[in-house]
């Protein structure tokens, strides 16, 4: 089986979170001369395959089969791996089952390495992300078998196939405000105490604002509000409590104590309270460290192009990988159709990114 071949194949497995659509039981038995560890937590399935070639370093990579519902718009069936003017659609072409074909392909091609290869595909990284690559990485620390450097496969080029990898992300975090006041008439405004009136005075000063200036590889950090609502949606009374939420990305300069003091500098007047919730954190990997040469060089190897590294988007399952002193890098197809309707990829950036994979098992 070739690389367009394998592609249209799991492109043709329904894998809607967290259904895995049957693939990580053909993979294992597609790469049938490694060793395979299952990890299926309640509805999630997991698989971990490795070889050891010889002594030597450990090269991992990451991504996940599942995908989002295909929804409605398509001009095509979904999951029938419809060839087209050079392009192949179906949901996950790009998000991400371009990635797993061709690394599992690179992996099946590879006859010789300096060490250990190995995969990590979850069904869980579209949905909660509870049971997936984190219980999986958990499983490898006890068992001694966590790899030096991983490449997850996830779409990053912008503009033209080569010209982007992520060397880090930006972290979330979620914030939920609550302003008490005291609900009244609306005629008596005097006796009442808004709190929509006083939160509106402190907006301009938050809304969109920059927490810190960012860096040459981060963003920064910025205020992101997302929802406000109070009262009994009646013109004839004020409402006794407000509810503010919000989302920061941040950058590794920002935290959650800024978060609190930044938002305690506007609400100290107030009777608030805060809540915070952290869903992924900040990292970034060092841009001289092996992997990130060896994935520059092979990407220019294929393509002639130099990618700039970034740490633009949201999120991925790399974070759960990078706190383990891991170096992590992502690197997969264009990124401009994902869970949209009609999700098509070019075969060339399917068979031009597994050569990529293949050269960088050849140099690592």
């Known amino acids: 089986m070739q690389v367009i071949d394998l592609f249209k194949k799991l492109i043709s497995s329904k894998s809607e979170t967290p259904d895995d659509g049957g693939l990580l039981d053909f993979i294992e038995e597609y790469l049938d001369d490694y060793t395979a560890i299952r990890l299926d937590i309640e509805e999630v399935k997991n698989l971990f395959i490795y070889k050891k070639f010889s002594e030597g370093e450990h090269l991992c990579f990451a991504g996940h089969v599942d995908v ?4 409605d718009g398509w001009e095509c069936e979904p999951y029938e791996a419809v060839e087209k003017d050079a392009y192949i659609y ?4 790009q998000d991400m089952k371009s990635g797993v074909a061709a690394f599992t392909q690179a992996l099946k091609d590879t006859k010789g390495f300096n060490g250990t290869l190995s ?9 909660p992300a509870k049971n997936g690559t984190v219980k999986v990485l958990e499983y490898l620390q006890k068992q001694n ?6 490449i997850v496969a996830e779409p990053t080029c912008e503009e033209v196939f080569g010209d982007a990898m992520k060397v880090g992300r930006r972290g979330s975090i979620n914030g ?14 005097e006796k ?28 920064p950090s910025q205020f992101v509000i997302t929802d406000i609502r109070a009262g009994l ?6 409402p006794g409590k407000l509810k503010m939420m919000f989302n920061v990305r941040n950058s590794t300069k920002t935290g959650q104590k800024d978060i609190e003091k930044f938002v305690h500098k506007y609400f100290k007047e107030f009777n608030y309270s805060l809540k915070l919730d952290q869903s992924a954190y900040p990292f970034m990997t060092d841009v001289n460290s092996k992997i990130v040469k060896i994935l520059d060089r092979a990407i220019l190897h294929v393509t002639d192009i130099t990618p700039k590294h970034s740490t633009a988007g949201g999120t991925s399952d790399a974070r759960f990988i990078a706190p383990y002193g891991i170096d992590v ?18 075969k060339k950036e399917v068979q031009k990114l597994c050569d990529i994979f293949k050269k960088v098992i050849l140099d690592y």
């Open 68 to 71: 989002v519902p295909a929804g």
């Open 90 to 93: 179906g949901r996950g072409a």
């Open 119 to 127: 995969l990590l595909l979850t069904s869980d990284e579209e949905g």
């Open 145 to 150: 078998l966590l790899p030096d450097s991983v």
């Open 176 to 189: 939920v405000i609550e302003k008490i006041g005291k609900q009244g008439h609306a005629a008596y405004p």
């Open 192 to 219: 009442a105490i808004n709190p929509i009136h006083k939160v509106a005075q402190v907006l301009p000063y938050m809304a969109g604002i920059n927490l810190d200036e960012g860096d040459e590889f981060f963003s």
């Open 233 to 238: 949606e009646v013109t004839n009374v004020t």
């Open 329 to 346: 890098v992502e690197f997969g197809v264009k990124n401009d159709r994902i869970h949209a309707p009609n999700e098509c990829v070019a």
